[in-house]
């Protein structure tokens, strides 16, 4: 809210300058975001005001405030109106009195409508308020920067019956508002009316039909107490939001709501001439200020402060909240325009704003030491992300949304999973209006980018939720870690011939073994938007875990890289389900003592066998000497027969119990070579 | 004993015209091997008179020891030399680049959101997780924002249904673990959160972490006390700390906590819009409302919460002037973290 230092002198002596006001504004909550300087020699604050301070909505609230901090007189506006007043001419009936607990109005007839002076035009528009070339709008405009009250005015002659309703809408659906739309209401919002017909939304926005124009003569200015509650949800049912829906659905003053009526009717009077009628003020039940109980020990301890008692009833009073000393509690009575203050805990927050955040100490806490700990969870994700990031992949983050085109890029099936996505009621964008259910799209999206500007040795990796949707309750929510995987073909200074796959592969391995997870094997992939020949998905122990693949051409030329044939590798792992599989305590294994003894393999296959499918035929020869298998080439071509292939692994032979010898170790190598070959219907390589 | 010295002769010119191992090698089998000329002299002694045959074999003894010294000083001479010519020949350009793959990089706010888990961790503080996908009860009815509040309005909320949002905080996650356990209390929970809004100073998605200690005997002095011990912590120890009232409907007192402007020292720039302070954290007492409705006793426990939005801690540390940019994931910003 805008507020004129100028136009605060008027309530409050200040002595000191503007910022020295701003600063203990917002050392008091009212934080000051900005002072703007740019007008006519005035100062004006940016005052941050939260909602549950209705009450400084307005510059005597403001001044109110400052006031208290600089223990100054507040002068009041003057609203008293002298001498005999005719009787009104206008009834008011409250029919629906739990949403309008207050209504009072004055009937001024004779008025001249005018442009408004320039000292009351400068005020309004210093605040953000335009003049609209009318004195009486202007007026209530101002009344309403001034005191902080919304006030309404009706052109009188074009009221019916001698009657202002306050009542639901019922059946009166419709009403074109002063900003001449015609507006659709539920039945609940509530209106004022006549008569005949709808003359406002009560608290939002008067109609057009019962406006002051240029030739209004007589006017019924109206300020009364709306339920907040009604005036909200009238507000956001209609997407209108006002100066005076804003106030009223964070609740007005119902007491001082009347010295507003008076203050624009005297300034009516005074600007635009007329007789004032005496009020009519409808009050069904009249403003009791709540009796709060607070324990003078309890707030002192909750603050960490020691306050004498009349410290701290004193500076409630200079805040307007009446006090009454109990002997070890108090009772406090707040006042109406701080309708905030319900509970004890409300007393206290008083208490510390009055006595200054700043002068409360800072003190550690005395309790009971406990182990702070990164959970499993974290520390499982930790140690991913530390290993996927050393194996050369940067970390991106982003959005949880998905685009409704991006399943359909990657031509993900109806009835898989992954259709099962949520929609957002209110997205940004249409491009974010689900939420993801796999991380590949953003991550294709993100080497799209990448490659765009230039990049062309592309490595990421991200770490986040995925959400499947779940009828009656809510989603489930799976962590996940995705990459995207891309390296030109460009002559490099260390050649490294490595598919693209195998590198990304290496990457996974390299992240299973540092977790010790075992046992996991790579099966070809039923992913449609992965490569056939180029895929894998992931088991650990039977349980899918993710897969591995290239991206298939329909989805790399979707992306117009100008490249041909790009090797794009995308992988997904489901983390819960890794995390799952962590050993829970490692337990150590003798080092060997004895020496070891080398052997090699290497045998001509049919192509169709893979060498996951040789290594396990190797490994299930039963041998006690075989420590390790490893596989260290793979070679087609040359003098390789069309349609076979050659493999060659290196056995490392050793007991745990004594030195073999290299007799013993021929003997069991020459079986698992007979064995191997029968198994596989391979033959020799090299015939020695 | 002639035939001794011209053996002796002939040695010293053959080896003196030698030049590297391999003739060496030759030189040392011609004799001094097994068929070599010396073992032929040493087989020959019975053909050498009785009296003669004591100085010939000592002279032929002195011959045979004085050649495979002298092939030993030649071979030890060659061998240094030919050393020498590797450590020479093998030259390597020791300014070409080393053969690597770089490690990745670590996203900025993860880096950021590592280091106030550790700060939190170190003082006791565990790590709690919570869904992002919450019900309306616990990202605001639970937290003191009954509907229709306008408090509402603080955050600008994604709806999934009526009563299903994106969480706006992760203030909801401390509910859920006041509802399983009991006091005491200290944890922390980080996370996404979401609020429809977007400029240079938001993000539809950022990061936040909130804290929440619960025990007996917690007050405002305590909270300002970890907190600014937390401040110190990340930014520094002269880092100037303030507390100032602020509004949350899940806190009271509530506070906004400011630290000295770490580009002007508090001076003024633009970035503190001439305050000399920037906003870091919001925090307060938990309000009593909330305690009633997770069931605890608010006459025997007090605590407090704070919560911060780790972009803006990362934006103010690398003076990054655009949020966005943390999700545009380009490398080029990504690595230079």
Same mark, same amino acid.
């Given at each position: 809210?805008?507020?004129?230092?100028?136009?605060?002198?008027d309530?409050v002596?200040i002595?000191?300058?503007p910022e020295?006001?701003?600063h203990s504004?917002t050392m008091?909550?009212?934080e000051v975001?900005g @002072?703007?300087?740019s007008?006519?020699?005035?100062?004006?604050?940016?005052v941050?005001?939260?909602?549950?301070?209705?009450?400084?909505?307005? @510059?005597?609230?403001i001044?109110?405030?400052?006031?208290?901090?600089?223990?100054?007189p507040?002068?009041?506006?003057?609203?008293?109106i002298?001498?005999?007043?005719?009787?009104?001419?206008?009834?008011?009936?409250?029919?629906?009195?739990e949403?309008?607990?207050?209504?009072?109005?004055r009937?001024?007839?004779?008025?001249?409508?005018?442009?408004?002076?320039e000292w009351?035009k400068?005020?309004l528009?210093?605040?953000?308020i335009?003049?609209?070339?009318n004195n009486i709008?202007?007026?209530?405009?101002?009344?309403?920067?001034?005191?902080g009250?919304?006030?309404?005015a009706?052109?009188a002659d074009k009221?019916?019956?001698?009657v202002?309703?306050v009542?639901?809408? !019922?059946?009166?659906r419709s009403?074109?508002t002063?900003?001449?739309i015609?507006?659709?209401?539920?039945?609940?919002a509530?209106l004022?009316?006549?008569?005949?017909?709808?003359l406002?939304?009560?608290?939002?926005?008067?109609?057009?039909?019962?406006?002051?124009?240029?030739?209004?003569?007589n006017i019924?200015?109206?300020s009364a107490?709306?339920?907040?509650?009604?005036v =909200?949800?009238?507000?956001?049912?209609l997407?209108?939001?006002?100066?005076?829906?804003?106030?009223?659905?964070?609740?007005?003053?119902i007491?001082?709501?009347e010295?507003?009526?008076n203050r624009?009717?005297?300034?009516?009077r005074?600007?635009g001439?007329?007789? @004032?009628?005496?009020?009519?003020?409808v009050?069904?039940?009249?403003?009791k200020?709540?009796?709060?109980?607070?324990?003078?020990?309890?707030a002192?301890a909750?603050?960490?402060?020691?306050?004498?008692? !009349?410290?701290?009833l004193?500076?409630?009073?200079?805040?307007?909240?009446g006090?009454e000393d109990?002997?070890?509690?108090?009772?406090?009575?707040?006042?109406?325009?701080?309708?905030?203050?319900?509970?004890?805990i409300?007393i206290?927050?008083e208490i510390a704003?009055?006595?200054?955040?700043?002068?409360i100490?800072?003190r550690?806490?005395?309790?009971?030491?406990?182990g702070?700990?990164?959970?499993?969870k974290e520390?499982?994700?930790?140690r991913i992300r530390?290993?996927?990031r050393?194996?050369?992949f940067?970390?991106?983050?982003?959005?949880?949304?998905?685009?409704?085109?991006?399943? +359909?890029?990657?031509?993900i099936?109806?009835g +898989?999973?992954?259709r099962?996505?949520?929609?957002l009621?209110?997205?940004?964008?249409?491009?974010d209006?689900?939420?993801?259910?796999?991380?590949?799209?953003a991550? @294709?999206?993100?080497?799209?980018?990448n490659?765009s500007?230039g990049a =062309?040795?592309?490595r990421?990796f991200?770490?986040?939720?995925?959400?499947?949707?779940?009828? +009656?309750?809510?989603?489930t929510?799976?962590?996940?870690?995705?990459?995207?995987?891309?390296?030109?073909?460009?002559?490099?200074?260390?050649?490294?011939?490595?598919?693209?796959f195998?590198i990304?592969?290496?990457?996974?391995?390299s992240l299973?073994?540092?977790m010790?997870i075992?046992g996991?094997?790579?099966?070809?992939?039923?992913?449609v938007?992965?490569?056939r !020949?180029k895929?894998?998905d992931i088991e650990?122990?039977?349980?899918k875990?993710g897969?591995?693949?290239?991206?298939?051409?329909?989805?790399?030329?979707?992306?117009?890289l100008?490249?041909?044939?790009?090797e794009?590798?995308v992988?997904?792992?489901?983390?819960?389900?890794i995390?799952?599989?962590?050993?829970?305590?490692?337990?150590?294994?003798?080092?060997?003592?004895?020496p070891?003894?080398?052997?090699?393999?290497?045998?001509?296959?049919?192509d169709?066998?893979?060498?996951?499918?040789v290594? +396990?035929?190797?490994n299930?020869? =039963?041998s006690?000497?075989i420590?390790?298998v490893?596989?260290f080439?793979?070679?087609?071509?040359g003098?390789?027969p069309?349609?076979r292939?050659?493999?060659a692994f290196?056995?490392?032979? =050793?007991?745990?119990?004594?030195?073999?010898?290299?007799?013993?170790?021929?003997?069991v190598?020459?079986?698992?070579?007979?064995?191997?070959?029968e198994k596989?219907?391979?033959?020799?390589?090299?015939r020695? | 004993?002639?035939?001794?010295?011209?053996? $002796?002769?002939?040695?010293?010119?053959e080896?003196g015209?030698?030049?590297?191992?391999?003739?060496?090698?030759?030189?040392?089998? *011609?004799?001094?091997?097994?068929?070599?000329?010396?073992?032929?002299? /040493?087989?020959?002694?019975?053909s050498?008179?009785?009296?003669?045959?004591? /100085?010939?074999?000592?002279?032929?003894?002195?011959? $045979?020891?004085?050649?495979?010294?002298? %092939?030993?000083?030649?071979e030890? %001479?060659f $061998?240094t030399?030919? *050393?020498e010519?590797?450590?020479?020949?093998?030259?390597?350009?020791?300014t070409?680049p080393g053969?690597?793959t770089?490690?990745?990089?670590r996203?900025?706010?993860?880096?950021?959101l590592?280091e106030? *888990?550790?700060i939190?961790v170190?003082?006791?503080?565990?790590?709690?997780?919570g869904?992002?996908?919450?019900?309306?009860?616990y990202?605001?009815?639970?937290?003191?924002?009954p509907k229709?509040?306008?408090a509402?309005?603080?955050?600008?909320?994604?709806?999934?249904?009526?009563d %299903?949002?994106?969480?706006?905080?992760?203030?909801p996650?401390?509910?859920?673990?006041?509802?399983?356990?009991d006091?005491?209390? $200290?944890?922390?929970s980080?996370?996404k959160v979401?609020?429809?809004?977007?400029?240079?100073?938001?993000?539809a998605?950022f990061?936040?972490?909130?804290?929440?200690m619960?025990?007996?005997g917690?007050?405002?002095?305590?909270?300002?006390?970890?907190?600014e011990?937390f401040?110190?912590?990340?930014?520094?120890?002269?880092?100037?700390v303030?507390?100032?009232?602020s509004?949350?409907?899940?806190?009271e007192?509530s506070?906004?906590?400011?630290?000295?402007c %770490?580009?002007c020292?508090?001076?003024g720039?633009?970035?503190?819009k001439?305050?000399g302070?920037?906003?870091?954290l919001g925090a307060?007492?938990?309000n009593?409302?909330?305690f009633?409705?997770?069931?605890?006793?608010?006459?025997e426990?007090?605590?407090?919460?704070?919560g911060?939005g780790v972009e803006?801690?990362?934006?103010?540390?690398?003076s990054?002037d655009d949020i966005?940019l943390?999700?545009e994931?380009?490398?080029?910003?990504?690595?230079?973290?």
């Open positions: 809210m805008r507020v004129s230092f100028e136009w605060l002198k309530f002596n002595s000191v300058t020295e006001v701003s504004l008091a909550g009212l975001e @002072i703007d300087t007008v006519g020699g005035d100062s004006v604050f940016e941050n005001v939260t909602p549950n301070r209705p009450d400084c909505l307005s @510059i005597l609230g001044a109110r405030e400052v006031a208290a901090t600089y223990r100054l507040l002068e009041m506006p003057g609203d008293d002298q001498g005999d007043l005719p009787a009104s001419d206008i009834r008011v009936e409250i029919l629906n009195p949403l309008c607990h207050r209504y009072t109005g009937l001024i007839k004779g008025v001249t409508i005018s442009d408004s002076p009351l400068n005020r528009e210093k605040c953000g335009r003049s609209l070339n709008v202007d007026i209530t405009n101002y009344v309403l920067l001034e005191m009250h919304p006030l309404h009706f052109d009221l019916s019956g001698g202002i309703k009542s639901k809408a !019922g059946k009166n009403i074109t002063l900003d001449g015609e507006r659709e209401l539920s039945g609940d509530l004022i009316m006549d008569a005949k017909k709808t406002a939304l009560a608290g939002v926005m008067g109609g057009e039909d019962s406006s002051v124009t240029s030739g209004t003569k019924f200015l109206e107490f709306f339920a907040p509650v009604s =909200r949800r009238a507000s956001k049912e997407g209108l939001r006002t100066e005076s829906s804003y106030r009223f659905e964070r609740g007005t003053d007491e001082f709501l010295n507003a009526l624009a009717a005297l300034l009516i005074e600007t001439g007329g007789i @004032i009628h005496e009020i009519v003020d009050y069904p039940e009249k403003f200020p709540a009796t709060i109980e607070v324990n003078y020990a309890r002192n909750l603050l960490g402060v020691k306050l004498e008692k !009349g410290e701290m004193k500076s409630l009073e200079r805040i307007g909240i006090v109990r002997g070890e509690v108090f009772h406090a009575f707040p006042p109406a325009f701080r309708r905030d203050i319900t509970g004890h409300d206290v927050e704003r009055t006595f200054g955040y700043g002068n100490p800072a550690l806490p005395k309790t009971i030491l406990s702070g700990v990164l959970n499993h520390r499982g994700i930790n530390e290993t996927v050393k194996t050369g940067t970390e991106v983050v982003n959005y949880s949304f998905m685009s409704p085109s991006d399943l +359909d890029m990657i031509s099936p109806a +898989d999973k992954r099962r996505h949520l929609g009621r209110n997205p940004l964008r249409q491009e209006s689900l939420m993801r259910t796999t991380l590949v799209p991550l @294709i999206n993100n080497f799209a980018y490659f500007m =062309r040795d592309i990421l991200e770490i986040s939720k995925i959400f499947i949707a779940e009828t +009656d309750r809510l989603p929510e799976g962590l996940r870690i995705g990459g995207i995987f891309y390296r030109e073909n460009i002559p490099s200074l260390w050649k490294e011939s490595s598919q693209a195998f990304v592969k290496g990457a996974l391995q299973f073994e540092e010790k075992g996991y094997t790579f099966k070809p992939s039923e992913e938007f992965l490569h !020949g895929s894998a650990l122990k039977g349980t875990i897969f591995i693949g290239e991206l298939v051409p329909d989805v790399a030329e979707s992306l117009n100008k490249v041909r044939k790009p794009i590798i992988f997904e792992l489901n983390i819960d389900t995390l799952a599989f962590l050993p829970e305590r490692l337990t150590y294994r003798q080092v060997p003592k004895y070891f003894i080398e052997r090699d393999i290497a045998i001509i296959i049919d169709s066998l893979t060498a996951a499918g290594m +396990d035929v190797i299930s020869f =039963r006690e000497f420590e390790t490893e596989i080439d793979c070679y087609k071509g003098n390789i069309a349609g292939k050659s493999l290196r056995i490392i032979f =050793r007991s745990g119990k004594r030195t073999l010898t290299d007799s013993e170790v021929e003997s190598h020459r079986e698992l070579v007979e064995y191997v070959l596989t219907g391979g033959e020799l390589r090299y020695s | 004993m002639d035939d001794l010295f011209s053996l $002796k002769k002939a040695f010293l010119e080896i015209s030698v030049d590297d191992l391999a003739g060496l090698q030759l030189v040392r089998t *011609k004799y001094s091997g097994k068929k070599g000329l010396i073992r032929a002299r /040493l087989r020959d002694l019975s050498i008179p009785p009296d003669k045959r004591p /100085l010939y074999g000592s002279t032929l003894n002195d011959i $045979k020891n004085f050649i495979e010294e002298t %092939i030993r000083n030649r030890l %001479i $061998k030399r030919e *050393k010519q590797r450590l020479e020949t093998e030259k390597l350009d020791i070409l053969n690597f770089p490690f990745g990089r996203h900025p706010v993860n880096q950021i590592s106030i *888990k550790d939190f170190s003082m006791g503080f565990s790590i709690e997780d869904p992002e996908i919450e019900n309306d009860y990202n605001f009815e639970a937290l003191n924002i229709d509040h306008p509402r309005d603080m955050q600008d909320t994604f709806y999934i249904s009526d %299903i949002v994106l969480r706006t905080h992760t203030s996650v401390q509910v859920r673990v006041m509802e399983k356990r006091p005491p209390l $200290k944890i922390i980080p996370g979401y609020r429809c809004d977007s400029d240079v100073s938001h993000t998605m990061h936040q972490v909130e804290g929440l619960v025990d007996t917690i007050s405002f002095s305590d909270l300002k006390g970890v907190l011990l401040i110190h912590s990340l930014f520094g120890a002269d880092t100037p303030r507390f100032r009232p509004y949350f409907p899940f806190t007192p506070a906004e906590i400011d630290i000295g %770490i580009f020292s508090g001076s720039c633009g970035v503190c001439t305050t302070w920037i906003e870091i307060g007492l938990v009593p409302r909330v009633e409705m997770v069931g605890y006793n608010t006459d426990y007090s605590g407090f919460a704070f911060m803006r801690i990362a934006m103010l540390r690398y990054i966005r943390f999700y994931n380009d490398v080029r910003f990504l690595n230079q973290f």
